[in-house]
């Protein structure tokens, strides 16, 4: 059974950092695209960050580069996303989420209609 499950949420101080970990069970991050998404109260779930199957490209959205990045580890079969100088518009819920590709080689989208595995989200506030 494919499960995707975050952790690392909380609360944290503007300009602070936070890692959230996604960690994978029962499939192979190396035979799919994770993706981290994050949706905000009122507002649709926006793509964020994603590493293809093969690990060898990822693809980042403009209003979290420089800040965000993704990174996995394929023994932990943990896929983790680092961000940095965060600001009140980043509060939301995080998700991530896994697609199987054709191939590990394509480029990885960061389109959420395209995944089908879905973890349950964690929170990330940022308040003084």
């Known amino acids: 059974q494919l499960q995707l499950v975050e952790s690392g949420g909380g609360l944290v101080q503007p300009g602070g950092s936070l890692r959230l970990s996604c960690a994978a069970s029962?499939?192979?991050?190396?035979?799919?695209?994770i993706g981290w998404f994050r949706q905000a109260p009122g507002k649709e779930r926006e793509g964020l960050l994603c590493i293809s199957a093969s690990g060898g490209s990822t693809v980042t959205a403009d209003s979290v580069k420089g800040r965000f990045s993704i990174s996995r580890d394929v023994a932990k079969n943990t896929v983790y996303l680092q961000m940095s100088s965060l600001t009140p518009e980043d509060t939301g819920v995080y998700f991530c989420?896994?697609?199987?590709?054709?191939?590990?080689?394509?480029?990885?989208?960061?389109?959420?209609?395209?995944?089908?595995?879905w973890g349950q989200g964690t929170q990330v506030t940022v308040s003084s």
């Open positions: 029962g499939f192979s991050l190396s035979s799919y695209e």
């Open positions: 989420a896994a697609v199987r590709p054709r191939s590990p080689y394509r480029a990885c989208t960061i389109s959420a209609t395209l995944y089908n595995y």
